[in-house]
């Protein structure tokens, strides 16, 4: 008979044999066994191998073409054949060619389109009632590229409210919200029933009709004007150049808020409860339709009034005035607004590709484009798109050399982008538990080439290293600068874009809300960057010229942005070092240091644009900065955790990469910022008066603007209160994020 006391001791050392398994299973499913090949378990630690340099070789400038030339044969606005069928289907199946596996979100929401059997117009309705001066209903064609295509849907502003308005003209600059208080507290001009004229710039353009509609505009005409569109345009513009002719005309969303306005918060999947329309925000207050500067001269040189200032004169050759009202013999002439844009439910699909990958596959590095176009989409967003379809093309050449990622890796191809973010906001909201935990980074490109000078990136702060570390790999694509002593894209970013705070590295802006990483920073506190190659900065453009138009056709591109196609390769080489750094390093890229620095900075220029007015009311910043001393210390232990690890250690290692990774969730308020709820952000967020813009300290900002001119002076001010407040406590528990385990509340 066996004794107990024998028993016992079988029994342990059964369940020692057991956890050993466990963790020995652990170790060599997420560390860094000796039996790996030599280039993973270098790639692992320094994020530096033959690989990184194979991929970038693999990407070919010539497959980046035919991409363009295939995505830009057919308008493909969201929501038509071409766009949800055709575009659709041909990604899906070139993913689940080279990749591991794909897959198709379908989403039922509410599209905007120009009625095409009764356009949108703008006239000068006469004292006899004829009208005079009537505005082009379509693009004139100027290319073979635009040659009978009937999908190419007429001008027009998606989500406008239907209608037909009329009234006294007025000219309002930019239509920005202090060039209506200028013209309301200044100049003491009545906006009451009068249809704003404003040039395309600046702005956000919903946030013009918003700031019209506050003012009392009945309507709102938008245009194109050469001194933003058109800047060397004396000579020639398009066909001949690449700046916009009179004839272009700039299509866009004015829709408030993003994703789908019949499903706010929550994904239009199928189980959907969908709004009526009449109670969401599918529409904009007032009319408003998109002309071009052919047509926009007509209007302007006709308007009375006292002289617009310089800073609001324009390039068009006429002296641009305020109004309201026209001038003799005009005087009982009113500006008449038609339009006829509708809405409706129509299907729209995001399409995922997937890397899984082999030691961390819950681990995602997600990179993506939208797919849908206003016209035929050659610079937005179809230059990204092409680059993005030849990386991943790039990457599956790799998979079939038997390389695999740490980490899994997600492409994105967006639908409904241009309606309102819709694509990407939808699937943010239905999968947000799960990127919540489980996605690294989100990286961004709309548009590959906007031009040809430098890159141009955004981004949060704890992904700027790596997106300068990465662009001094990548090849400069201009021979010219190569042969000045620039041979990367690092050498001439930093060239033309040196930032303030150190001029050894170049500037990355904040990011607003003008893309597809809004979703994953503001629901789902996700790292992000955006990027593209863009223009000189000298031209002082709004956007490109072409943006939105009939004529950003693959023409424009090939022959007149980018021949050779070195540009959209050297974004797409930019975009895949960053997506193999993210994917192949053991410990995460992400730089919460530089976190650190850029909250010092914001709290100083909150600091000296307001310290004697926070002075004046009792309010101070002292808390602000002293949690931002923890948060910096807090920073600089984590960093230096990081450097000491045991790298084959697995649990140690995701536990300090989860803490990388779980800064930017921490910055989040589930609240949302007060008054704009959609956006969750505390440190950063679209600006209250212009959405593609960004806000530092959201909350606070918006609480402070043109806090002087409120009668009731008592409630703005405790409000600033509670906002400093609130940035304080987040900040103080951002910084508790990143501490060690012995170092919270004894835990």
């Known amino acids: ?312 004169q324009g390039g068009l050759n006429v002296t641009y005035r305020l109004g309201p009202g026209f001038i003799p013999p005009y005087s009982n002439s009113k500006l008449k607004l038609h339009v006829r844009t509708y809405n409706e439910r129509r299907m729209t699909h995001n399409v995922i590709g997937y890397i899984r990958g082999e030691h961390e596959p819950d681990r995602y590095v997600v990179l993506g484009n939208h797919r849908d176009a206003w016209v035929f989409g050659a610079v937005d967003p179809s230059s990204a798109s092409a680059a993005m379809m030849e990386l991943s093309r790039a990457f599956g050449e790799l998979l079939k050399d038997g390389w695999r990622p740490r980490r899994s890796i997600v492409f994105c191809s967006w639908g409904a982008e241009e309606h309102g973010l819709i694509g990407s906001t939808e699937w943010v909201e239905e999968l947000v538990k799960i990127l919540g935990t489980r996605a690294v980074a989100y990286l961004n490109v709309d548009i590959a080439v906007e031009g040809n000078t430098t890159l141009m990136a955004s981004g949060t702060p704890n992904l700027y290293k790596l997106l300068h570390e990465s662009a001094k790999k990548v090849e400069n694509p201009n021979p010219d600068e190569i042969a000045n002593g620039r041979k990367t894209v690092f050498d001439t970013w930093l060239a033309n874009d040196p930032s303030d705070y150190d001029p050894t590295l170049p500037h990355i802006g904040e990011l607003g809300s003008a893309s597809d990483y809004t979703a994953f920073l503001q629901i789902g506190g996700i790292p992000c960057i955006d990027m593209s190659y863009t223009y000189s900065k000298t031209y002082k453009l709004s956007d490109y010229p072409m943006y939105h138009s009939a004529y950003e056709t693959f023409d424009l591109v090939s022959r007149l942005m980018d021949r ?106 589930p609240l949302g910022i007060s008054g704009r709820p959609w956006y969750r952000h505390v440190i950063f967020a679209p600006s209250l008066h212009d959405a593609y813009g960004s806000s530092s300290f959201p909350g606070l900002t918006d609480a402070l603007f043109d806090i002087e001119n409120d009668p009731d002076q008592a409630r703005r001010w405790e409000q600033v209160k509670k906002e400093v407040s609130v940035i304080t406590f987040i900040i103080y528990s951002a910084a508790s994020t990143m501490k060690g385990v012995n170092d919270i509340g004894g835990l």
């Not at 379908?106 to 009537?134: K, R």
């Not at 946030?207 to 506050?214: M, S």
């Not at 866009?252 to 706010?264: A, C, I, N, W």
């Not at 001393?629 to 290692?653: C, D, I, M």
């Open 1 to 312: 008979m066996v004794s107990w006391k024998m028993m016992s001791w079988k029994l342990v050392a059964v369940v020692c044999t057991v956890v050993f398994l466990v963790l020995g299973i652990l170790i060599g499913k997420f560390g860094i066994p000796p039996d790996l090949p030599s280039w993973l378990r270098e790639m692992s630690i320094d994020g530096d191998s033959s690989f990184t340099e194979r991929l970038m070789k693999e990407i070919r400038a010539d497959n980046i073409e035919k991409n363009l030339k295939y995505f830009t044969q057919k308008a493909h606005i969201a929501g038509s054949p071409r766009e949800e069928e055709e575009l659709v289907n041909y990604i899906f199946n070139e993913w689940k060619s080279h990749l591991d596996s794909a897959r198709i979100y379908p989403y039922s929401v509410l599209l905007s389109y120009p009625n095409a059997s009764d356009p949108n117009y703008v006239a000068v309705q006469l004292e006899n009632g004829t009208e005079a001066d009537m505005s082009a209903k379509v693009e004139k064609i100027l290319n073979p590229d635009q040659e009978e295509d009937p999908t190419v849907v007429n001008p027009f502003n998606a989500y406008s409210l239907p209608g037909t308005v009329m009234g006294d003209p007025v000219y309002v600059n930019y239509g920005t919200i202090e060039d209506f208080t200028y013209m309301k507290r200044n100049l003491s001009i009545d906006l009451n029933g009068t249809i704003a004229i404003a040039r395309y710039g600046k702005i956000y353009r919903a946030d013009k009709v918003k700031h019209a509609a506050e003012f009392g505009c009945v309507g709102m005409v938008l245009y194109s004007d050469p001194a933003d569109y058109a800047v060397d345009s004396e000579v020639r513009v398009y066909p001949d150049d690449w700046w916009l002719p009179g004839t272009g005309v700039q299509r866009g969303t004015v829709l408030p808020r993003d994703g789908d306005p019949l499903t706010p918060y929550y994904p239009s999947i199928e189980s959907a409860f969908y709004q009526k329309e009449s109670d969401s925000f599918s529409v904009s207050a007032i009319p408003v339709t998109p002309i071009g500067y052919d047509d926009a001269i007509k209007y302007l040189r006709k308007i009375s009034g006292p002289e617009a200032n310089s800073t609001w």
């Open 564 to 669: 050779g196609f070195k540009y959209h390769q050297a974004v797409a080489r930019l975009l895949g070092v960053m997506t193999m750094t993210l994917a192949e390093k053991v410990i995460l890229d992400l730089d919460c240091t530089q976190y650190a620095n850029k909250l010092e900075r914001m709290v100083k220029d909150i600091q000296t644009h307001y310290g004697p007015l926070f002075e004046k009311h009792g309010i101070n910043m002292d808390g602000v900065v002293k949690a931002i001393q923890e948060f910096k210390e807090a920073a600089r232990n984590l960093h230096g955790r990081t450097e000491t690890v045991e790298l084959t250690n697995p649990l140690e290692v995701r536990r300090l990469n989860d803490q990388l990774m779980d800064l930017e969730r921490a910055f989040i308020d």
